[in-house]
């Protein structure tokens, strides 16, 4: 059975807000001979941030596979695929800010990213342990939710102050 694990909701909305807050407003600064300009830049950079959230997990019995958008692509962010019977263990490593990330080692020593800012990551982690058999420490997202939470607050705040403030 194919399950998909979408980015999670608050990381989407966190950097699709934050987005919002830095550039409503350059628009409305913009010289008028810019202006058409600044619109359509800001349009098309609301399309490119929409799609570059867009990407997500899937995984068979076979195997997991990262998919992204023909954007994400074309920015660098690539589709990738690991078969679960290649999988020999996974590796956690500390990052700078004291969380950790994991990544599935092969067995020809290939180290993969194990996305973790998807939805249910419970459920994510439960169909790693049971398609390779390994069962290591609990996987957690990388950063705390409270964190994209108070993004997506402060932006959101960010967005309406600039509304009020440009409309009188």
């Not at 019995?61 to 023909?70: H, M």
């Not at 660098?76 to 500390?94: C, F, L, M, Q, R």
């Not at 996305?115 to 058999?133: A, D, H, M």
């Amino acid at each position: 059975m194919i399950k998909k694990f979408r980015t999670l909701f608050f990381v989407k909305s966190s950097l699709i807000s934050l987005y919002l807050a830095l550039t409503i407003p350059l628009p409305f600064i913009s010289i008028e001979e810019l202006k058409i300009i600044a619109i359509a830049v800001f349009i098309f950079g609301f399309f490119l941030i929409i799609n570059i959230t867009s990407d997500y997990v899937e995984t068979s019995k076979d195997k997991i596979s990262y998919k992204t958008t023909l954007v994400s692509n074309l920015i660098g962010k690539k589709n990738w695929e690991v078969y679960w019977k290649d999988v020999k263990t996974i590796k956690s490593s500390p990052t700078s800010q004291g969380s950790k990330v994991y990544y599935f080692i092969t067995h020809k020593n290939q180290k993969v990213l194990v996305p973790q800012r998807i939805e249910n990551l419970k459920e994510f982690w439960s169909v790693i342990v049971q398609e390779t058999g390994i069962d290591s420490e609990v996987l957690n997202y990388i950063s705390p939710i409270w964190t994209y939470k108070l993004l997506t607050f402060l932006s959101v705040i960010m967005v309406i102050g600039e509304v009020i403030s440009f409309s009188f």
